[in-house]
């Protein structure tokens, strides 16, 4: 399974926006989802279908959405600024089903969950947490949700002396800026312009956390194999120099993309990943949590097919994870001595056109776009930014609207806010 690993750590990298090109202000939100739109416009509508990928699919459409991988990301990730979670998953899907094709054997392993019980994620995640020094998580670039999961996480780390937050997206000048002005900018890194994401690290700067950048900042023309050997490597060589060169008693919470927080389980793997470079470069005690294998999809066709099931048999309405009686958490999945824990997430209702979760984990509150913003004719980015805050700041909410359709919405926290469009 070590050749999963890298699939995902590779299809994340097809579109990368690099830290050291992030310190700029970004394009708006609508034309950098016009130019999304306009790049993947060729694809034929076939490639949007609903219900996975059949047995013998097409291989020229195969190798046509492939062709396309980057511009689908450069869509999923536009549409997951602008609050379309939903549109922003399909857009991933079209790509992830024809990279990781599932096998039948995965729902079998049903059977292997006997006297398995569940627990509420982010409580059984302290209290493992509590004999560790450093806590990775993953996130997909394009679902918001795994950010406000960190943030509720974060929040509960803090508390048993976790205090540097390190994140994939940050550039190395961004974070300092933040870290001096207590407030994420738009040039903190390319992601955290995502509005969860900003939201999230917005209230670990308020609950006392150091940011950390860590991400490999040279961009000197290499092979693919070397330049991804070297990024996992210095990744977490800038971890160890950054941070516990620096503070013996350091307590760390790790936010990465995919699969970047692995260990490896051989001795000498083919390709060694982040998280395990990391765990021998420290020598300090690690726990590497998964949370993105077990979402609802917008097409229930494209959940993991183990997702289902494991919903029927554990029904919670928030996170959990399983535990053995003997105290050990089952790995799903063929992952084994890769991760420690596996977050399953619910099906969050939708609430006021937009994912439940928002609330839930985010600790946000519905509040209706006013109705002189909505636009009479074609879409209209609206932003909602705290009345104090700098120009430079992040939204806490964007959403697109169109004319003639409902429209959902603001999620905020309880602050005066000033608003602004963009046709």
């Known amino acids: 399974m070590q050749i999963r690993a890298v699939v995902l750590a590779t299809l994340a990298c097809l579109f990368v926006p690099h830290a050291a090109a992030q310190t700029r202000l970004p394009e708006t939100y609508m034309e950098r989802l016009k130019t999304a739109e306009a790049a993947t416009a060729p694809l034929p ?11 013998g699919s097409d291989p020229a459409l195969d190798k046509l959405v492939l062709q396309h991988g980057s511009q689908l990301q450069m869509l999923g990730t536009a549409r997951s ?11 991933f899907d079209v790509l992830r089903r024809r990279q990781l094709r599932h096998s039948p054997a995965i729902v079998r392993q049903m059977a292997l969950l006997e006297h398995v019980a569940a627990e509420e994620a982010i409580a059984a995640i302290v209290r493992e947490a509590r004999t560790k020094r450093i806590v990775l998580i993953n996130e997909a670039h394009h679902v918001p949700l795994h950010r406000a999961f960190a943030q509720r996480l974060a929040a509960e780390l803090r508390k048993i002396g976790y205090t540097y937050l390190a994140c994939e997206t940050f550039n190395a000048l961004g974070a300092q800026a933040a870290n ?3 407030y994420v900018a738009r040039d903190t890194g390319y992601y955290t312009s995502e509005p969860v994401f900003a939201g999230f690290v917005n209230a670990a700067l308020a609950d006392g956390w150091t940011l950390v950048p860590y991400e490999f900042e040279d961009i000197r023309v290499r092979t693919p194999a070397e330049q991804l050997r070297l990024r996992e490597e210095m990744q977490a060589r800038n971890l160890v120099d950054r941070i516990f060169a620096k503070d013996k008693d350091a307590k760390v919470l790790v936010l990465v993309g995919y699969s970047h927080h692995h260990k490896s389980p051989e001795a000498e793997p083919k390709t060694i990943l982040m998280g395990e470079h990391l765990r021998r470069m420290s020598g300090l005690p ?8 077990f979402i609802a999809h917008p097409d229930p066709a494209d959940d993991n097919p183990l997702y289902a099931p494991l919903l029927a048999t554990y029904p919670s309405q928030g996170p ?27 099906r969050y209702p939708v609430r006021d056109g937009r994912p439940g979760w928002l609330v839930s984990l985010a600790g946000r509150t519905a509040v209706p776009i006013p ?24 939204p806490t909410d964007i959403v697109l609207v169109e004319a003639g359709k409902p429209a959902p919405a603001l999620m905020l926290t309880k602050e005066p806010y000033r608003f602004s469009y963009e046709e």
């Open 320 to 346: 959990i994870v399983l535990r053995n009686e003997d105290g050990s958490y089952p790995i799903l999945l063929g992952v084994n001595g890769r991760i420690d824990m596996q977050v399953i997430h619910p």
């Open 371 to 394: 109705a002189r913003l909505l636009p009479s004719s074609g879409r209209r980015v609206i932003k909602a930014t705290p009345a104090s805050a700098p120009e430079d700041a992040v």
């Open 81 to 91: 600024f602008v609050g379309d979670t939903d549109g922003a998953m399909a857009a």
């Open 286 to 293: 690690s726990l590497h949590v998964e949370q993105v294998d």
């Open 180 to 182: 001096e002005k207590r």
């Open 45 to 55: 509508a076939a490639v949007f279908g609903r219900g996975g990928v059949p047995n």
